[in-house]
Nanobody, 118 residues
Framework: QVQLVESGGGLVQAGGSLRLSCAAS????????LGWYRQAPGMEREVVAS??????????DSVKGRFTISRDNRDNAKITGHLQMNSLKPEDTAVYYC?????????WGKGTQVTVSS
């Protein structure tokens, strides 16, 4: 009943750009927020950026000025979120996961690999 479908990701050289997208849809409830997390090998999953339904955003210090989160939504039960990643660094290499909250639950996408070569 809730679907998160991610797209984008891939291999890019340091200094390059990638754009991730996440299409989130629900038949039961409206989403309150949508965000991106990442997990590098051997590391904890960490938040990258998030956006709530009023458009307010929050970015991790490590990506400020380089990554931008945005969203398109016709209604709060169907949201497409984007993560524009510029000036990528090798340390940005990780699996990136889309996350969405409604009032009761937390939902996750399957993840998409981002690899930045030096």
């Amino acid at each position: 009943q809730v679907q998160l479908v991610e797209s984008g990701g891939g291999l890019v050289q340091a200094g390059g750009s990638l754009r991730l997208s996440c299409a989130a849809s629900s038949r039961r409830a409206s989403f309150i927020s949508l965000g991106w997390y990442r997990q590098a090998p051997g590391m904890e999953r960490e938040v990258v950026a998030s956006i709530i339904v009023n458009g307010a955003t929050n970015d991790a210090d490590s990506v400020k000025g380089r990554f931008t989160i945005s969203r398109d939504n016709r209604d709060n039960a169907k949201i497409t979120g984007h993560l524009q990643m510029n000036s990528l660094k090798p340390e940005d290499t990780a699996v990136y996961y889309c996350n969405a909250h409604d009032v009761t639950n937390d939902y996750w996408g399957k993840g998409t690999q981002v690899t930045v070569s030096s």
